[in-house]
């Protein structure tokens, strides 16, 4: 940002806001893109390795031992997606957080 009010040559005693000095520059802010990005990859990385059993545990709700057939849209997932109001199975949920993340 100190760059861009260089080449402006605005004045830290001019009291201008960061959104206006990036209105001016006619950019928006690409920060919180990269890092949402950067930690959606990297949560991506963390499922897939053993040693982290409790957070796979925790975020897609897999339980260890012998697992029971259940048609899709039907009472097993329709338990496990209650808390978000959709009957989605678990497997999807994960995707379509991962999607809505990086879209915004």
Request: charge should be positive; hydrophobic fraction near 40%; include cysteine.
């Given at each position: 940002?100190?760059?861009?009010?260089?080449?402006?040559?605005?004045?830290?005693?001019?009291?201008?806001?960061?959104?206006?000095?990036?209105?001016?520059?006619?950019?928006?802010?690409?920060?919180?893109?990269?890092?949402?990005?950067?930690?959606?990859?990297?949560?991506?990385?963390?499922?897939r390795h053993d040693r982290y059993r409790l957070l796979q545990l925790i975020m897609m709700g897999k339980v260890a031992g012998k697992s029971i057939s259940v048609a899709r849209g039907s009472f097993g997932c329709a338990i496990l997606g209650s808390g978000l109001g959709s009957r989605v199975p678990p497997s999807c949920l994960a995707s379509r957080e991962k999607r809505k993340i990086i879209e915004n």
């Open positions: 940002m100190w760059a861009y009010r260089c080449m402006l040559e605005i004045s830290w005693t001019q009291k201008v806001t960061n959104e206006e000095v990036l209105r001016r520059v006619g950019c928006q802010r690409e920060l919180w893109k990269t890092v949402k990005k950067k930690k959606v990859a990297y949560l991506g990385h963390l499922l």
